[in-house]
């Protein structure tokens, strides 16, 4: 998989996911097999760009190559700048949100409801690409509704622009995260289009993602939630692919590992008050379905400082570490209560 002049080690890219993908969760999942991790979205309204939260958006101290960074807005000329202000912070490739159903984005006509207005696409990607030498990028979903599948539209307007590569999650703007995925719009675009196509949704396990490269010949795919709480499935994935094998489920002692230095970024990443609140959901993921993790679940989100957060954490690994040196997760905690 390559992006302009970047060659990513391998097919696994991490989904731009708001309030997850932060600087500390890319890195991780970079360094646990991800080939490229999208940023979180940054407005193109630069009066937002001296905030808090956009500046540590756009900070990218530290992390592995290629810096993705997605921009999002509707208006071409805020959106080129947009691009030239996230290039002179260090991003390597510009990706295009249109593919996000949030009522905050679509409401001001950014996101996925711009699939709408197909000549507004051409205007903005047009702009964008002539406004930053590094390559752009775009992500969509497969149209507006169930009636109006425009994907492939769009792509010939996003390869005509010059845009570098064409991420898709398999639903529609209507289906919101509702149903499955569909595949069959993303191998037609893939088909019909000479840039590389990145499929995206609902993969959640090595068997699917092999499924959905095969079936959509697509040249990567995009995962979101199935890393959430599991940054290992990138190595997980790309064994699968490598050998058709599966690596065993980590060791517990390893997960305390990775979870603990993932908190400890986290803290100094965001500071004590919002590194500790920020962790709460992280942690969550990391022990959801883990033998004793409601009870633990429900107590660790009282916790306010790092130091009890920290020790919540060290305490309930210890206790997982009995049961087994790998992770196992059940069905029902009662059972096991
Ligand atoms: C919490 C959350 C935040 C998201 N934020 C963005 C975003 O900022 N930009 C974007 O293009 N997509 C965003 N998405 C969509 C994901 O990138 C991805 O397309 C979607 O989750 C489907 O992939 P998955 O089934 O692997 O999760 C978000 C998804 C989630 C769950």
């Known amino acids: 998989m390559q992006i302009g002049s970047h060659i990513l080690k391998n097919k696994l890219i991490v989904a731009?996911?708001?309030?997850?993908?932060?600087?500390?969760?890319?890195?991780?999942?970079?360094?646990?097999?991800?080939?490229?991790?999208?940023?979180?979205?940054?407005?193109?309204n630069s009066l937002l760009w001296g905030s808090e939260k956009t500046r540590r958006r756009a900070n990218h101290e530290g992390e592995v190559d290629p810096i993705s960074v997605q921009i999002?807005?509707?208006?071409?000329a805020m959106m080129a700048e947009?691009?030239?202000?996230?290039?002179?912070?260090?991003?390597?490739?510009?990706?295009?949100?249109?593919?996000?159903?949030?009522?905050?984005?679509?409401?001001v006509m950014a996101g996925s409801a711009l699939l709408q207005d197909q000549p507004l696409v051409a205007r903005i990607l047009d702009a964008v690409v002539g406004a930053v030498r590094?390559?752009?990028?775009?992500?969509?979903?497969?149209?507006?509704?169930?009636?109006h599948k425009n994907a492939l539209a769009v792509a010939r307007?996003?390869?005509s622009a010059g845009v570098q590569a064409l991420a898709?999650?398999?639903?529609?703007?209507?289906?919101?995260?509702?149903g499955h995925a569909e595949y069959d719009t993303i191998a037609a675009v893939k088909a019909a289009v000479g840039i590389p196509v990145v499929a995206n949704g609902d993969i959640t396990t090595p068997e699917k993602a092999k499924e959905v490269l095969d079936y959509t010949k697509a040249d990567?795919?995009?995962?979101?939630?199935?890393?959430?709480?599991?940054?290992?499935?990138f190595r997980e994935i790309d064994h699968y692919l490598a050998t058709g094998t599966h690596l065993q489920l980590p060791e517990v002692a390893e997960i305390h590992r990775v979870l603990i230095k993932h908190l400890y970024d986290l803290y100094s990443f965001y500071g004590e008050y919002s590194g500790v609140r920020i962790a709460r959901k992280h942690i969550s993921w990391y022990t959801k379905g883990l033998v004793g993790s409601a009870g633990f679940r429900h107590a660790m989100n009282q916790l306010q400082s790092t130091d009890q957060q920290l020790s919540a954490v060290n305490e309930f690994f210890s206790q997982l570490a009995g049961y087994g040196r790998r992770l196992t997760y059940v069905e029902a905690e009662e059972l096991v209560a």
């Open 72 to 76: 999002a807005g509707a208006d071409p």
């Open 16 to 44: 731009p996911m708001a309030g997850v993908t932060d600087r500390p969760f890319r890195q991780l999942c970079k360094s646990m097999g991800a080939g490229m991790a999208v940023s979180e979205m940054v407005s193109s």
């Open 168 to 178: 898709i999650h398999g639903r529609t703007r209507a289906c919101a995260y509702t």
């Open 220 to 233: 990567a795919i995009m995962i979101g939630r199935a890393a959430q709480g599991r940054p290992w499935i």
């Open 134 to 147: 590094v390559p752009v990028t775009l992500k969509i979903r497969t149209g507006w509704d169930k009636q």
């Open 157 to 159: 307007i996003a390869e």
């Open 82 to 107: 947009a691009a030239r202000y996230n290039v002179a912070q260090g991003a390597q490739i510009i990706d295009i949100n249109m593919g996000c159903p949030a009522k905050k984005i679509c409401n």
